[in-house]
């Protein structure tokens, strides 16, 4: 196991995977997604691949391959398999029953949040929620210290958000907190930067690749917000050997089958609820509500609680809607077999 391959994260769990699929295929791994093109790294080159007739009619997006990939390829460059992901950062796209992957097969996820604007608790609190599901481990990623007056005052507000996940300070300006970084990505493992528009993803891409790959803009003066800068998803080769994906900043961030990542990150408020009097409560006006009671002396901010139960109630939406389509596509099939049936029943004339 070595050149190319090995050091964009190629370890014994894939070439097994690998092995399980056609011979003649090629091996390789998804190193930019931008505008349906797939630019694939193997052993020997990099290829410009385009999807097999298979994925391309495939209708969940995320059965397509996304940046991280490991992905098999015939002789003509085009994805053929897309192997067995060991982790993928989700989220629901616009139409609520698909998920989007962001980015497969990672190891860490970095939560980048900029500490020269308000904090935004209830957006890092999904973002948590979404990195715990995919089954990766979330760092909270502190950026532009440097234009702070107190980062660290600052940073203790998130790290009460945290739930025991680790906060890390940095300043891709002065190259602050990059050490830290860099000791999440150890030879074979992955980290990905998630986070908004001008939180400053790009400039910490930079500052870690030592090099200017990234275009950086400033934020907008008319209403401090993010610019987009990066347009595609791109992967990286790190220095030490650890593999690096930067993605765009994400405007949305809607839930998906994140039950257990909703369950991490607001761990203190579900073991508060074991002290309910009633085995349902809702955690509103209910007689003997221990979140409540929590609540009302300080000890649990009722933003938090409603977050909570936001996420709690969109899961829930997305389950019904899900069943109904389920429903529909059934019925629909069914109609369409009939009428086939049918079709093949009507005699034909002489």
């Known amino acids: 196991m070595s050149g190319a391959l090995e050091g964009l994260g190629l370890d014994s769990d894939v070439l097994a995977l690998a092995s399980q699929e056609k011979q003649d295929l090629v091996l390789g791994r998804i190193t930019r997604v931008d505008r349906g093109m797939y630019n694939v790294a193997t052993q020997s080159d990099a290829k410009r691949a385009t999807l097999s007739s298979a994925l391309t009619a495939q209708p969940a997006p995320e059965e397509r391959p996304a940046i991280g990939d490991w992905v098999l390829l015939d002789a003509e460059d085009v994805i053929e398999v897309v192997l067995q992901r060991r982790s993928a950062f989700r989220r629901g796209d616009a139409d609520r029953l698909r998920a989007q992957v962001v980015a497969a097969n990672i190891d860490v996820v970095f939560v980048v949040h900029a500490v020269n604007d308000e904090p935004n608790f209830r957006r890092l609190e999904r973002e948590l929620a979404l990195a715990w599901e995919s089954g990766a481990t979330p760092v909270i990623v502190l950026t532009k210290s440097d234009d702070c007056d107190d980062a ?12 025991d996940v680790e906060v890390v300070v940095t300043s891709a300006h002065q190259r602050r907190g990059l050490e830290d970084l860099v000791r999440f990505a150890r030879p074979n493992r992955t980290v990905t930067f998630i986070g908004a528009s001008g939180v400053g993803k790009s400039s910490l891409v930079n500052a870690l690749l030592d090099e200017a790959v990234q275009e950086v803009k400033p934020v907008r003066e008319s ?8 347009t595609h998803r791109e992967l990286f080769s790190l220095t030490g050997g650890g593999v690096l994906i930067d993605t765009p900043g994400l405007r949305s961030l809607g839930m998906w089958q994140s039950d257990a990542g909703i ?6 408020i579900q073991s508060l609820a074991q002290g309910c009097r009633f085995s349902d409560c809702a955690h509103e006006i209910e007689p003997g509500c221990a979140v409540m009671a929590a609540a009302s002396v300080g000890e649990i901010d009722p933003a938090r609680i409603a977050n909570y139960k936001a996420m709690l109630a969109e899961l829930d939406s997305l389950d019904r809607e899900s069943e109904v389509r389920s429903r529909l596509d059934k019925q629909r099939r069914s109609k369409l077999f009939s009428r086939a049936a049918e079709t093949q029943r009507q005699p034909t004339l002489p």
């Open 263 to 268: 369950a991490k990150v607001f761990a203190d």
């Open 223 to 230: 209403d401090g917000r993010g610019r987009h800068t990066t």
């Open 152 to 163: 660290i005052a600052l940073s203790q507000r998130f790290i009460a958000v945290a739930q």
